[in-house]
């Protein structure tokens, strides 16, 4: 029998959130297969499973099945449905081995995959299965999950599946969302830089550590680096005491540093260095940690007492501390899943807590980009060469649009292309010739432009690149705070991409951009004049707008635009 909840104020749905759960019932009326919702790390997916099931007990006389990995995730959901349907908490049964409790006849049951991947017709029959971290169901083959929904759908033929994750895509097979997978569509989704701007979630911020370790003669084992090469790389004496130098360094403002290490030894080692080497307490937490003992030390460095927690493997997922504000990455990773789970657990938002700086010691940040554009990788194991690059000046790892950075102001030279491209020119051989060619855009950046030597007072460009090579890329600004013919044709290519206002600043242009308040790219037109000093774009092939962030429905009428094909590089 679940507790008794205590008197807390109910959880109040924020916009999107509620947006998720309509999308869900939606999915459920017109379609005939298993949806998922992806909401990022430190977003709240629980509000939204404890929705759905006070939903299916109170109003439709369901039965519902919430499954999860992990204690700490199902601990968190029993705690949420508590304060979202305290009419109910009779009504809630938990079955789990760690947490000593086997309820089974409940119309609401929280359960660990592990204590009931073979107990489906012990549980009886459910109308909704909820699947946290749903990136975990296997595409094929016979794990728990796939063991566990198989036979509950024997039980019951009717029975529909939820699928609610951060990730949805695997290392080696990509999307999880599939046809002929088990979860069919992705049916809501939100992003991070969304949820940053509406203050939802945690700024972060990145340094890449200056002693670094060679990573390239690293092999891949079913998508990943193989652990036994990564830990005798990352464990060499010398590395771990300048990583631990620069660690202590860099964090002497901060107050929540989670390190993950590359194994125990190295683990225990980094442990060792923070103590011995700079008088700093250190907690170290992996799989062989004796419950009582992890429980001691989450509590200590949530509460503020320990500044350092050191983990292997066991703080990605499940693990909700919001007072972290420094990410320490001492490990390298294949996983672009892993490394977005590692830097989720800074995403969280806590008084006094301005950002969270992620100190990438195994150059993941180059190796995936930055966090919210995290994808699969391709068939290989690897990708192609990330959106991100590093400062020569401060070490801050940045989106690679950026000319000056953000941190030290350091001006990266202009791109040129190289003498030797690997690609055959398309520039006429006769001065004056014209040639447009059509480009897929494989990304976009976005940053604030500051002409060279200009005063300080002058005006700003918010300079967009679109990402047409593996190393090519192709720029245009747009002149919000300029006057005259510039912000007009500023302010009509925002109301060809959005229906947001349009910005008065290029950093506000900035904001709405990277939290997907304009429009997707898809391709654009390049014309060059031979001789020439610059490229243009002619034309773009745009997506349709996306929603209002504020989520109104109501849309802006705006005038046909019409690209002039004429930007000056200001």
């Given amino acids: 029998m679940a507790p008794k909840p205590t008197s807390r104020p109910a959880i109040q749905l924020r916009p999107y959130q509620v947006d998720a759960v309509d999308a869900v019932y939606r999915h ?34 369901g039965r519902v099945l919430v499954l999860a990995h992990v204690r700490e995730l199902l601990e968190q959901t029993v705690d949420k449905l508590h304060i979202m349907a305290p009419d109910l908490w009779r009504q809630i049964g938990v079955y789990s081995a760690g947490l000593k409790s086997r309820d089974t006849d409940h119309p609401i049951i929280v359960a660990g995959i592990q204590s009931v991947y073979k107990r489906a017709a012990e549980l009886d029959a459910f109308s909704l299965i909820l699947v946290d971290e749903a990136h975990l169901i296997p595409p094929e083959g016979d794990g728990m999950f796939r063991q566990f929904l198989a036979d509950a759908k024997v039980v019951n033929p009717n029975v529909r599946t939820i699928g609610l994750t951060a990730t949805p895509f695997r290392m080696t097979t990509g999307s999880i969302c599939a046809p002929e997978n088990f979860l069919n569509a992705v049916c809501y989704e939100i992003g991070v830089k969304e949820l940053i701007v509406q203050g939802h979630l945690c700024r972060l911020r990145s340094k890449a550590g200056r002693a670094k370790a060679d990573t390239s003669g690293l092999h891949i084992r079913g998508g990943e680096f193989i652990a036994d090469e990564v830990e005798r790389l990352m464990d060499d004496q010398d590395l771990v005491r300048s990583a ?33 080497g700079h008088g700093q307490e250190c907690g170290f937490i992996c799989g062989d940690t004796p419950d009582a003992k992890r429980e001691e030390l989450i509590e200590l460095f949530r509460s503020g007492d320990l500044k350092f927690l050191c983990n292997v493997n066991v703080l990605t997922t499940g693990f909700d501390a919001t007072n972290v504000d420094c990410v320490a990455l001492l490990r390298p990773t294949n996983s672009p899943g892993l490394f977005y789970q590692c830097c989720g657990r800074g995403f969280r938002t806590d008084p006094g807590k301005a950002d969270c700086l992620v100190l990438d010691f195994g150059g993941n940040v180059m190796r995936h980009g930055p966090v919210d554009q995290v994808k699969p ?98 720029s245009e600004w747009i002149c919000f705070e300029h006057t005259g013919y510039a912000r007009n044709k500023a302010e009509g290519w925002w109301r060809q991409r959005s229906n947001e206002p349009v910005p008065a600043t290029a950093e506000d242009a900035v904001d709405v951009c990277e939290a997907g308040g304009i429009c997707e790219t898809h391709a654009i037109t390049v014309r060059t004049v031979a001789g020439e000093k610059y490229d ?35």
């Avoid at 990022?40 to 499973?49: D, L, R, S």
């Fill in 244 to 276: 631990c130098a620069e660690l202590v360094e860099q964090t002497a403002d901060r107050h929540s540093v989670l390190v993950f290490a590359s194994g125990i030894q190295h683990g225990l080692h980094i442990q060792q260095a923070l103590q011995d």
């Fill in 377 to 474: 990788r391709d068939a290989s194991g690897r990708g192609g060469e990330a959106p991100a690059k590093e400062c020569p000046e401060c070490h801050a790892v940045i989106a690679a649009g950026y000319g000056r950075c953000p941190d030290c102001g350091f001006m990266f030279p202009e791109r040129e292309r190289s003498n030797h491209d690997a690609e055959a020119t398309t520039a006429g051989v006769l001065s004056g010739e014209v040639t447009t060619t059509e480009y897929s855009v494989l990304g976009i950046s976005y940053s604030v432009h500051i002409k060279r030597d200009a005063p300080a007072d002058s005006p700003r460009t918010m300079r967009v690149e679109y990402q047409i090579g593996l190393n090519r890329w192709q």
């Fill in 28 to 61: 459920l009326r017109e379609r005939d297969d298993n949806p998922v919702v992806v909401i990022p790390t430190g977003g709240g997916k629980t509000p939204v499973m404890a929705t759905i099931c006070r939903d299916v007990v109170s109003q439709w006389n």
């Fill in 536 to 570: 243009r774009i002619a034309k773009h092939e745009l997506g349709p707008k996306p929603p209002l962030l504020s989520g109104a429905d109501e849309r802006i009428p705006v005038p046909e635009y019409e690209w002039a094909g004429d930007e000056v590089p200001f």
